[in-house]
C-alpha cells in the first residue's frame, strides 16, 4: 500500500514486559525498511527503557498515566507530531491509544480492532488469537503485510546498554561487583498468583552466597517488603534494591547480572533481552502467551491441570503452581545455562 514509509511512529504498550517485546517489531521494520526512522510514543516512565532499544530514534513522551484519557495532552501533542510521520503502528488495543496518530493526521494507520476503532485506524487488522498466540507475534505481524504468513518469524527482543550508565548506577547505589552477581526479581504487578514465594527465592539465594555469589534483590517499591523479607533469610551477602532504582538503573544492573531469577515481570523481560542467564518462573500465566525469547532463557513451571488460570489469586486457594515449583528445580535450570555454577564444579540435580 503506497511507497515505503522513512519515518515510522510505534504506540508503546504501558507495561515493561511488552514494551521490551515492541523491539522485536523494531527490527522486523528496520529489516523490512532500511534507512527507515522508528521513534516510539512512550509513558514518560519507559523513555529510559526505549533509549536502550536497538533501532529506535527517540522516544516520544506523553504523562498521561495508565487508564487516563489525557485528552487535551494527547491534541496537544498531535499537534506537534503533525507532518512528522508516514506511518503509525498502535500496539495497544485501547481506543484512547490510536487518537494521538489519528489527530497527527498520519497516513496509515495500523492497528488491531478493537474499542470501536474503525475511524482512529486506516490499516484495520482482525486479530487471530490462535494463529498468534504470543504477545510478541502481534506485535511483529502490525509490522509485515496483512497477507503475510502467519505465526511470523520473531527476531528475540534486544537492550543495549552502555558502560558509564553501568558505573553510574554501581555509584550512585554503592554497590560492589567484585563477585558473580545473583539477581532475584520476587515481584509481579498482576497478582499473588504470579509471584513464587519469597522463601523460595531466598532458598536459591542462599545457595549462591554460599557458592561466594552477591545477590541483589529488585523490583518497584511495591516490592520493597517482600524483597527485604528475602534478603534477610539470606543473610548478608543480599541487598534489596527494590524501590530504590530507577528503571534505567534497573535495566543497567541487570545487564551486570551472571543468572537471574524471575516471576513473569517486567524485569524477567528485561533479563532475557539482556541475554542474561534466567530462570523465568510462571504460576498462573502462560509461558506460551509471554514466554522470555533469549536462548539464555529456561522456563520453570508445574504445568498442574489448573494453570495457567491468568488470575491475580489463586482460584484454588492453594497456590500449588508456585509453593510446590521447588528452589532444587529452579536452580538446576540455572545449571542448565552455567556448567560451572557450583564455583567450577558441574551441578547435578540431586546434588543439593
Request: aromatic share 6%.
Amino acid at each position: 500500500m503506497g511507497l515505503s514509509p522513512s519515518r515510522i511512529l510505534l504506540v508503546g504498550p504501558s507495561w515493561v514486559g511488552d514494551m521490551v517485546m515492541a523491539q522485536s517489531l523494531v527490527q522486523v521494520l528496520i529489516r523490512r525498511f532500511p534507512g527507515a526512522e522508528v521513534d516510539v510514543l512512550a509513558p514518560a516512565w519507559s523513555a529510559a527503557l526505549v533509549a536502550r532499544m536497538p533501532g529506535v530514534r527517540r522516544a516520544v513522551t506523553i504523562s498521561a498515566g495508565h487508564g487516563r484519557l489525557g485528552l487535551w495532552e494527547r491534541l496537544t501533542l498531535a499537534r506537534r507530531l503533525h507532518g512528522s510521520y508516514d506511518q503509525a503502528m498502535v500496539l495497544p488495543n485501547s481506543l484512547k491509544s490510536a487518537l494521538v496518530p489519528f489527530l497527527a493526521r498520519i497516513p496509515r494507520r495500523a492497528g488491531y480492532l478493537g474499542e470501536c476503532r474503525y475511524g482512529l485506524l486506516n490499516d484495520p487488522r482482525k486479530l487471530d488469537k490462535h494463529r498468534l498466540p504470543m504477545t510478541v507475534q502481534r506485535f511483529v505481524a502490525l509490522g509485515l503485510p496483512k497477507d503475510a504468513s502467519h505465526p511470523p518469524d520473531v527476531p528475540a527482543p534486544r537492550l543495549e546498554v552502555h558502560a558509564a550508565n553501568v558505573q553510574n548506577a554501581l555509584t550512585e547505589l554503592n554497590l560492589d561487583v567484585g563477585r558473580d552477581i545473583l539477581i532475584l526479581c520476587p515481584g509481579a504487578e498482576y497478582g499473588p498468583a504470579k509471584r513464587w514465594p519469597a522463601e523460595h527465592f531466598a532458598e536459591v539465594g542462599r545457595v549462591l552466597a554460599g557458592w561466594g555469589w552477591k545477590v541483589w534483590v529488585m523490583g518497584s517499591a511495591r516490592d520493597d517488603e517482600t524483597a527485604q523479607t528475602v534478603c534477610e533469610l539470606i543473610g548478608p551477602a543480599a541487598v534489596n534494591l527494590a524501590g530504590r532504582t530507577s528503571l534505567a538503573q534497573a535495566v543497567d544492573l541487570i545487564s551486570l547480572a551472571r543468572a537471574v531469577v524471575s516471576n513473569d515481570s517486567g524485569l524477567m523481560h528485561v533479563a532475557a533481552a539482556l541475554n542474561r542467564p534466567l530462570a523465568a518462573i510462571y504460576g498462573s500465566s502462560d509461558p506460551g502467551f509471554t514466554p522470555p525469547l533469549s536462548p539464555t532463557s529456561r522456563v520453570v513451571s508445574m504445568g498442574l491441570k489448573c494453570s495457567p488460570c491468568f488470575q491475580r489469586q489463586c482460584p484454588e486457594g492453594h497456590l500449588n503452581c508456585l509453593r510446590k515449583l521447588t528452589p532444587d528445580r529452579v536452580l538446576d535450570r540455572l545449571a542448565e545455562l552455567i556448567p560451572d555454577l557450583d564455583t567450577g564444579r558441574p551441578v547435578k540435580a540431586g546434588e543439593r
